[in-house]
């Protein structure tokens, strides 16, 4: 089993839909949760922070922790074709290891 | 200006080459890394360095040393590039950890660098 689990997609959505990406993990000590947002041939850049468990919200992002199911999410509201690339999902083991899942490619459809 | 740069950004050379791929920041972080990434694969971690005298090998260190020449610079090497080591290459910082989380990364734009 892989550390950081996503679905490589892609994700299609509509302009102005809700875009919904999911992550499990199976490191049950783990802390920090981070979504990344990459751009191809770009280099990642921090979407969302989550540190507890319930919702994070911030402008069209929420990110949702569930440590007990060991799960992660990012809603992406109102999507944009702006919003297309590769979303990745990011959590620490340890006090200085990131492990970073492999990444959901999402479409948004004009 | 950039918080964290990488020169080169582009770099093609040939099997048996000695490479510098340096990263420069002015975050003010001490804990600097170096990642890869694959196409279908994660960002995999090479080497990291929590300040000027503190350097440890990641997952994949085989075939590359490092050197931190000052809190804002670290540099990856490859000794003697191989084809297999061709991927686009990252350095990213991040602050302490706190109360044991590690706090969040921050990359530079990347070096694609191909191994003929």
């Known amino acids: 089993q892989k550390e950081v689990e996503q679905n490589s997609g892609p994700l299609s959505v509509p302009e102005g839909a809700i875009a919904s990406l999911n992550c499990t993990y199976s490191d049950r000590v783990s802390q920090s949760f981070f979504w990344y947002r990459q751009y191809s041939g770009k280099s990642p850049e921090l979407i969302m922070s989550i540190y507890s468990n319930g919702d994070k919200e911030d402008g069209r992002f929420t990110a949702q922790l569930n440590k007990a199911s060991q799960y992660v999410s990012l809603l992406i509201r109102d999507s944009q074709p702006s919003d297309s690339a590769t979303y990745l999902c990011?959590?620490?083991?340890?006090?200085?290891?990131?492990?970073f899942g492999t990444g959901t490619r999402l479409k948004v459809l004009a | 200006d950039a918080d964290v740069t990488q020169t080169p950004r582009n770099r093609i050379t040939k099997t048996g080459k000695r490479i510098m791929l340096e990263c420069s920041q002015t975050?003010?972080?001490?804990?600097m890394y170096w990642y890869r990434q694959d196409p279908g694969l994660g960002l995999r971690l090479i080497y990291y360095?929590?300040?000027?005298?503190?350097?440890n090998k990641g997952e994949i260190s085989d075939g590359y040393s490092v050197s931190r020449q000052a809190q804002a610079k670290f540099s990856l090497s490859l000794e003697s590039a191989i084809p297999n080591q061709t991927a686009l290459y990252f350095c990213?910082?991040?602050?302490?950890?706190?109360?044991?989380?590690?706090?969040?990364?921050?990359f530079g734009p990347g070096t694609r660098l191909t191994v003929l």
């Open positions: 975050k003010g972080h001490d804990r």
């Open positions: 360095s929590f300040d000027v005298k503190d350097i």
């Open positions: 990213a910082t991040s602050g302490p950890s706190w109360g044991g989380t590690p706090d969040t990364q921050y």
């Open positions: 990011v959590i620490t083991s340890g006090t200085y290891k990131y492990i």
